[in-house]
C-alpha cells in the first residue's frame, strides 16, 4: 500500500528562491526533453527518455551550467516523467505531452528518497539543508520519494511512503447514498448533509478581487500582488471543501462494509449552463474518487447503480413509479393505494437513497434479504442469509 502525506513547509527567503530555482529548472529540462523528442520524432528516429537523459548530461556543463545549482533530481526526473507520458500517450491513456508555462504551469521539482532525509518537523534538501515543516510525518513506512510544489503563496512537501498491507476489519452494514445539489448526500438511514457551497458563498470577494486583478497594468507588481490574492481565495475555498469531503467520506469508509451509489453523469451536468458552477462547486467527481479509494482501502466494496435507475421516481416500498415527476418536486407522495405508504409525504432523496440500497442489493446478489429491511430504513446486514 503507497500513501502519500502533503505538510506545508515554512521556508526562508533563501530558501525560497532555492525552491523557485529548481521549479524552473525542472520546467526548462521537461520543455528542452519534449522539444528533442519531437524533432527526434518528426526525423524518423525512436527517441527514448535514457537516451534523451543522456544526450542533455553531455550538453549539460556546457550550455546550462545554471542547473547545477539545485539538486540534480530536479534535471534528471522531469525526462523520465516524460517518457512515462509519452508511453501513457501511445496506448491511448492520456494526452500528448504539452509545454509548460511559466506563468500557468504549477512550480514542482521531485526529490529521490535517497536525496532527502527527515528530521523532527523538518526536510533535508541536497544544495540547500534544512527546511522547516509544518508537522511529523504520520505514517511509518519506506520513504519512496517526495515532490515539492507551490500554491498560492505556500510551498507544500507531498512525501510518498510504502507501507505493509494490512488485514481490513469487516464491517457489516450496508448504505444506500443520493447526492445531489440541495443536500450533498443523504443516506438511506436518513441522515443529511448538507452542501456548503463555498465557493458560492466567496464569490462576492472572488468578483471584487478578479475585478481588482484586471484593472492592473500586466507585468507590474501590483497586479502580481493582485493575483497572488485571487490564488489564496481559491486555495481556501478548496481547503474547505477538501476538509468537508474527506470527514465525510472517512465516517462512510469507517462504518459500512458497502455503498450503494449511482453512476453519475459527471460530465453531463458541466454542459447545463445553468447548473454547471453549482456541480463543479459540489466536487461530486471527488467525492466519489475518495469513496471509492477509502472504502476499497478498508475492504468495503462501492457498488455504482445505472444512471438510468429512477431512483427519485420510484416508491421503495411498493415499486409505483412517477413519471410526471419534475425536479422541483421535493417531496414523494406514493399514488398506490395498497402501499403502505400511500399518499405519506417521503423526502425526495431519502426514497431515492433506500432505491439505490435496494438495487445495490439486487445488483451484488443480496437483494432476497434484504427487501423487508429496505422498508424500515435500517442498515441491512450483510451476513444474513441470502436464500
Known sequence: MIKAHKIRLHPTPEQVNYFVKAAGTSRFVWNWALAEWNRQYEAGKKPTALKLKKQFNEIRREHFPWTWEVTKNASDQPILE??????????????????????RSKPSFYLANDQLE???????????????????????????GARITKTADWWFVSLTIELPDELPEKRQAAVGIDVGLNRLVTLSTAEGYENQAFLKTALGKLRQ???????????????EKARRQVARLHY??????????HKLTTRLANCYGMVGIEDLNLKGFLKNRKLARSFSDAALGKLLNLLNAKVEQRGGQVQK????FPSSKTCHACGWK?????????????QNPTCAYHQFEQDRDHNASLNVLHEALRLIGLIDQAVDDIGSGDDVNLTADAG
Open 209 to 223: 478581487a478578479n475585478k481588482c486583478l484586471h484593472r492592473r497594468v500586466k507585468g507590474s507588481k501590483n497586479r
Open 118 to 144: 527527515l528530521g523532527d518537523h523538518r526536510i533535508w534538501v541536497p544544495k540547500l539543508g534544512w527546511v522547516n515543516m509544518a508537522e511529523n510525518l504520520r505514517f511509518q513506512g519506506k520513504l519512496t
Open 236 to 245: 481556501r475555498i478548496t481547503c474547505l471543501r477538501d476538509d468537508v469531503l
Open 305 to 308: 447503480v445505472g444512471r438510468f
Open 322 to 334: 412517477w413519471e410526471d415527476m419534475e425536479v422541483s418536486d421535493r417531496v414523494f407522495l406514493c
Open 82 to 103: 516524460l517518457g512515462k507520458a509519452f508511453t501513457a500517450f501511445f496506448e491511448g491513456r492520456a494526452r500528448r505531452p504539452r509545454f509548460k508555462s511559466k506563468k
